[in-house]
């Protein structure tokens, strides 16, 4: 079955750096893209940005255009997100999700990843 | 990224229909089609509703969406203590080229 597993939990210094892991199965990974969403304790969901798993293109959210990477490896069958100078208020769990596309207009995301806590604190 | 309104919160009782509403601009909704995720407590967003009205294999048909002109609604009929959940609706924006998603609903089944 289509599966995406990610990466556990870390606990980060302000000013440093993360990478969380994506590890997906169960489909062709370079047919599909990842999106990355994130959710602060008791918040929303906040869309960061995505990677074309075929070529590697990539799109950031304009509130994170500045300090997130994503890359992929295609032989790993595994995409990452890497996260710079965090903030106390970058704790929160992220999320990979499979973005199933139909359209420009019709497109979702399935399965998500179960998600990875990542703290921030001195 | 801007966030689609959605009411904080409802509830209802065993076997009754609540709806969630999620307003959004020409630029989302009024253009593309909306999803819904469902997201059970502690647990990792599930896709519940997508391209508007399409419920995914294993969804129960108690789920139904809709969508008129700049707005989408989720229903629930039949309400089930296992439906307390936060509910979230997302669409692709044009303007932002992303991904913006609602507030978030939490229904609680009384």
């Known amino acids: 079955q289509v599966q995406l597993v990610q990466s556990g939990a870390e606990v980060k210094r302000p000013g440093a750096s993360v990478k969380v892991s994506c590890k997906a199965s169960?489909?062709?990974?370079?047919?599909?893209?990842i999106h990355w969403v994130r959710q602060a304790p008791g918040q929303r969901l906040e869309w960061m940005g995505w990677?074309?798993?075929?070529?590697?293109?990539?799109k950031y959210s304009r509130n994170f255009q500045d300090r997130v990477t994503i890359t992929r490896d295609t032989s790993a069958t595994t995409a990452y997100m890497e996260l710079s100078s965090l903030i106390s208020e970058d704790t929160a769990v992220y999320y990979c999700?499979?973005?199933?596309?139909?359209?420009?207009?019709?497109?979702?995301?399935?399965?998500w990843g179960q998600g990875t806590l990542v703290t921030v604190s001195s | 990224q801007s966030v689609l309104p959605q009411p904080p919160s409802t509830s209802g009782t065993p076997g009754q229909r609540v709806t969630v509403s999620c307003s959004g601009a020409?630029?989302?909704?009024?253009?593309?089609?909306v999803n819904w995720y469902q997201q059970l407590p502690g647990t990792a967003p599930k896709l519940l509703i997508y391209?508007?009205?399409q419920r995914p294999s294993g969804v129960p048909d108690r789920f139904s969406g809709s969508k008129s002109g700049t707005s989408a609604s989720l229903a629930i009929s039949g309400l089930q203590s296992e439906d307390e959940a936060d509910y979230y609706c997302?669409?692709?924006?044009?303007?932002?080229?992303?991904?913006?998603f609602g507030g978030g609903t939490k229904l609680t089944v009384l």
């Open positions: 990677i074309n798993g075929g070529n590697g293109n990539t």
């Open positions: 999700a499979r973005l199933i596309w139909r359209s420009s207009s019709h497109n979702w995301f399935d399965p």
């Open positions: 391209t508007n009205d």
């Open positions: 997302a669409v692709w924006d044009d303007s932002l080229n992303g991904v913006v």
């Open positions: 169960g489909y062709t990974f370079t047919n599909y893209a």
């Open positions: 020409s630029s989302n909704i009024g253009t593309n089609a």
